[in-house]
T-cell receptor, first 116, second 111 residues
Framework: AQKVTQAQTEISVVEKEDVTLDCVYE???????LFWYKQPPSGELVFLIR??????QNEISGRYSWNFQKSTSSFNFTITASQVVDSAVYFC?????????????FGQGTRLTINP | NAGVTQTPKFRVLKTGQSMTLLCAQD?????MYWYRQDPGMGLRLIHY???????AKGEVPDGYNVSRLKKQNFLLGLESAAPSQTSVYFC??????????FGDGTRLSIL
């Protein structure tokens, strides 16, 4: 089965704290892609990162970093020194082959609130 | 550079009415998708298309129909709207292994 689990439904932290959003996935594909999207209060979906299954290097982009571990089927997202503007719902997604077609399977999302 | 455009942005329907949501992309993408987003459930795939003239069912297709007569457009139809179809609908497009580009969403309420 192709599945993405974001066990943290809601997280609330104080500004400048570090926060990690967890993502665990299941797939039978040997080649697959993982994504993170951000949905701010305005509602649009903003692409953050794509990682393919052959690249286990961690990624850092400013205050954002991603830790991909195939051994634990996890693709976690860390925000360092969080800011109020980081408040959003964050989705982890897996692109997998379902019935012969490439599809995105989304996790349930984690609502992150950064309090000033 | 419009990207993915969804029309309308908001709509209120009465139970039993029909309507069509339009998705247009100007990136020449082969793949197009319709999702619905409900609280606590993430995005769920309704229907998708891998090219002009093709459509296929996703995870939650019941009560919806789609058409892809032109490569740039992907229409989602509700023949007889039900309150359970109250949701936010997102259209997306992509090609190859690229990330999906999403529209801004359509907020649909069925009374």
């Amino acid at each position: 089965a192709q599945k993405v689990t974001q066990a943290q439904t809601e997280i609330s932290v104080v500004e400048k704290e570090d926060v990690t959003l967890d993502c665990v996935y299941e797939t039978r594909d040997t080649t697959y892609y993982l994504f993170w999207y951000k949905q701010p209060p305005s509602g649009e979906l903003v692409f953050l990162i794509r990682r393919n299954s052959f690249d286990e290097q961690n990624e850092i982009s400013g205050r954002y970093s991603w830790n991909f571990q195939k051994s634990t089927s996890s693709f976690n997202f860390t925000i360092t020194a969080s800011q109020v503007v980081d408040s959003a719902v964050y989705f982890c997604a897996l692109r997998a082959t379902v019935a012969g077609a490439q599809k995105l399977v989304f996790g349930q999302g984690t609502r992150l609130t950064i309090n000033p | 550079n419009a990207g993915v455009t969804q029309t309308p942005k908001f709509r209120v329907l009465k139970t039993g009415q029909s309507m069509t949501l339009l998705c247009a992309q100007d990136m020449n993408h082969e793949y197009m998708y319709w999702y619905r987003q409900d609280p606590g459930m993430g995005l769920r795939l309704i229907h998708y298309s891998v090219g002009e003239g093709t459509t296929a069912k996703g995870e939650v297709p019941d009560g919806y129909n789609v058409s892809r007569l032109k490569k740039q457009n992907f229409l989602l139809g509700l023949e007889s709207a039900a309150p359970s179809q109250t949701s936010v609908y997102f259209c997306a497009s992509t090609f190859g292994n690229q990330p999906q580009h999403f529209g801004d969403g359509t907020r649909l309420s069925i009374l």
